[in-house]
């Protein structure tokens, strides 16, 4: 009779070599820093945006042509709106020939705002301001009167300039 050996015939699952398992953990590695960089750099560029001040370019010299002046709004007209790279001004002539140009963005939150001509003033209509013909709020809640523009008339034109606010 043969007797039942303990030990089976087969040898049992082979372990990895030293090696290999370092291989796998390097490639682990590899593969966790990658995901780090992956994950943290729209944070690190975040970061920079608001730390680096982004450079604007010199608007002191830049003007913007609104038209010939004898073609402006008089004083009992109501201003004309005009738009230009972003910005909404009203320009009107005032009682003494001389050009008045007011931003047509509430200070609020920063909507366009509509000329009344049945009260004479300006409505912001996102939240209620109220303003003058001269841009000074009346109501609302606007704490900040609408901001004027320097306008130059030069051989009958009319130029804005955006940088040089009053």
Request: proline share 10%; with cysteine.
């Amino acid at each position: 009779m043969k007797e039942a050996s303990s030990m089976p015939d087969q040898p049992g699952p082979e372990l990895p070599s030293p090696a290999r398992i370092s291989s796998r953990r390097h490639l682990l590695q590899a593969m966790l820093a990658g995901w780090g960089v992956i994950l943290l750099a729209p944070a690190l560029y975040i970061l920079e945006r608001y730390l680096v001040p982004a450079e604007e370019p010199d608007r002191q010299n830049e003007r913007i042509d609104a038209g010939r002046f004898d073609l402006l709004p008089g004083p009992s007209e109501p201003p004309k709106l005009y738009r230009s790279k972003g910005k909404a001004i009203y320009i009107c002539r005032n009682g003494q020939n001389q050009v008045q140009a007011i931003s047509g963005i509430c200070t609020h939150l920063g909507c366009l705002v509509e000329y009344n001509r049945e009260h004479k003033n300006f409505r912001c209509n996102c939240h209620g301001s109220e303003f003058d013909q001269n841009g000074n709020n009346l109501s609302g809640p606007a704490l900040r009167p609408l901001q004027p523009y320097r306008a130059e008339v030069i051989h009958d034109e009319v130029f804005l300039s955006p940088g040089a606010q009053l």
